[in-house]
């Protein structure tokens, strides 16, 4: 059977651009406290909802925790989270524990309906049927809420669920047999974490590029630096503990996390016990590269001396001259991974419209770099960012105006978080 390819392509789409983009600052940073005593199942299912990161998707802001409504963004329109709360009219109060592990295992809905991969079960289909019934168990105890998400808006026809059938013959492998093992850091980074729905670069259909996991990968507008081997693009300069501290506290010596991975960190894994963030650190550094790294001929060197001309106007108050800046507050440049992917979104994004670092338990004080939009033209913002992508030792291929044009283009389209910071 043909399905047209925009089709296909638009409901891949979706999975990529969906991730929730920003940090809410409405938002509660730590999930539910636990009472006094509750089952081991219960607590259990708690923790997975943690790594699973469940509550930054099924919370919006304003609302009551896991009733859903929070609007997942694609460029061809906005799915709504459902309400996971036992509510038995507007919730999951009448699913049973195998209604539940379909949704986890398959993105089958009770009424036998597919769910959009917005919703990562591509990756949740690697929890096993104890976790399944662990986060059931623990969903059922969470206060029921009547709520009734808003509509999608999606347009004709994908606003049809049968078409995600045709999606799922192509992208979705159902796990038939998941366990917990190789390591709790190889089983929690591909299933409940779903780092790859990020971090993975995607196929034009929105799907993880076989052979390519962990390489990097765009979503919403932001680049997701590659979590492997690689020294200069991805983990193979940070140790173990470099990356548990990120993870845990929202920095380390080495890069502050904001945007989408903000998320990720207040909501999923500063909550994560050490054990396993340890876990998840050895087996990411572990990964290998495939990626093809295109040669980095030096820069024009008029470009370059343009590019300095601003970065010591603009930038070298908190990067200090030699890009050391002051390590978990301000981060340095030199080594940086996210600064010298071969993908330069994230750094003309930071720079066009600045960007906050998110606050943690440990680090409660959040930290701003701020937009330069309105202040740098295109050829200007591209100049500063191929300096600091080949300063210092850093090296990675130049910048364009029509790049920053581009992407400059993207943005201004969405509210920008702190459009008026000033240094
Ligand atoms: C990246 C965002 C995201 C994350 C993370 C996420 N969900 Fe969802 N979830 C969604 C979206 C969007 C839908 C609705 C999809 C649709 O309408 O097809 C959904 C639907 C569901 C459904 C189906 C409910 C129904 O009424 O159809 C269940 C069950 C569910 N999620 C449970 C979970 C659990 C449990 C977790 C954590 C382990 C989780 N989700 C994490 C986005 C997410
Ligand atoms: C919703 C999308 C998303 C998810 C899910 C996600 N990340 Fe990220 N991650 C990002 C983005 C975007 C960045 C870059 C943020 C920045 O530099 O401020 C990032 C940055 C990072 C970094 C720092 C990399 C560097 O070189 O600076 C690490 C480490 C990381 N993520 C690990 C993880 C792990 C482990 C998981 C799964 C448990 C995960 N991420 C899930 C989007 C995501
Ligand atoms: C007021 C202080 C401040 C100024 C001025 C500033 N930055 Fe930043 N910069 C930050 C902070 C804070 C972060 C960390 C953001 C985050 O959480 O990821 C950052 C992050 C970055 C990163 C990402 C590093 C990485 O790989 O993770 C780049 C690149 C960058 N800045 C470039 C610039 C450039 C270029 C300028 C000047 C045009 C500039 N910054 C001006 C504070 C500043």
């Not at 999930?31 to 790594?51: I, S, T, W």
């Not at 009551?64 to 963004?73: E, I, K, S, V």
């Not at 108050?317 to 981060?331: I, L, N, S, T, V």
Request: aromatic share 8%; with cysteine; charged share 15%.
């Amino acid at each position: 059977m043909r399905i047209h390819p925009l089709v296909v392509a638009a409901l891949g789409v979706c999975v990529i651009a969906s991730m929730p983009a920003k940090p809410d600052a409405q938002r509660p940073a730590a999930p539910l406290a636990p009472p006094a005593a509750e089952p081991a199942q219960v607590a259990y299912g708690r923790y997975l909802a943690v790594l699973g990161d469940c509550e930054a998707c099924h919370d919006r802001a304003g609302g009551q925790t896991y009733a859903g409504g929070y609007p997942l963004n694609t460029p061809f329109g906005v799915i709504y989270s459902t309400n996971i709360t036992p509510d038995r009219e507007t919730g999951i109060g009448t699913w049973t524990a195998d209604d539940f592990w379909n949704a986890m295992h398959r993105g089958v809905r009770k009424d036998g309906a597919k769910l959009y991969p917005a919703f990562p079960y591509p990756y949740f289909t690697h929890a096993t049927r104890a976790e399944s019934d662990a986060l059931y168990a623990y969903l059922r105890t969470v206060a029921p809420v009547s709520y009734h998400p808003p509509a999608n808006k999606l347009p004709f026809p994908l606003n049809i669920r049968f078409l995600v059938t045709f999606w799922n013959a192509l992208n979705f492998k159902e796990d038939r047999a998941p366990t917990t093992g190789p390591t709790p850091g190889a089983h929690i980074a591909r299933g409940l974490g779903h780092c790859g729905g990020c971090h993975s670069p995607k196929t034009f259909l929105g799907a993880d590029k076989a052979g390519h996991e962990f390489e990097g990968g765009v979503l919403d507008n932001w680049f997701a630096p590659a979590l492997n081997a690689d020294v200069r693009r991805g983990l193979g300069a940070w140790s173990t503990a470099d990356v548990v501290e990120y993870l845990k506290t929202g920095r380390n010596a080495r890069a502050n996390g904001s945007g989408p991975m903000a998320d990720a960190i207040s909501h999923s894994t500063s909550h994560m016990t050490d054990a396993d963030l340890t876990s998840i650190a050895a087996f990411l550094k572990a990964q290998p590269s495939h990626a093809a790294v295109p040669a980095t001929p030096p820069p024009d060197a008029r470009v370059m001396a343009a590019g300095q001309a601003i970065y010591v106007d603009e930038c070298a108050a908190c990067h200090a001259m030699d890009g050391k800046a002051a390590p978990r507050y301000f981060p340095p440049l030199p080594g940086a991974a996210m600064t010298q992917s071969v993908d330069p979104t994230s750094v003309i994004r930071f720079i066009l419209t600045g960007t906050q670092t998110v606050a943690t338990d440990a680090r409660p004080t959040p930290l701003s770099m701020p937009a330069y939009a309105w202040k740098l033209n295109d050829a200007q913002v591209a100049a500063v960012a191929t300096y600091v992508r080949n300063s210092w030792g850093n090296a990675a291929p130049v910048v364009t105006a029509s790049d920053v044009a581009k992407l400059r283009h993207k943005v201004a389209a969405k509210p920008i978080r702190k459009p008026s910071a000033r240094i």
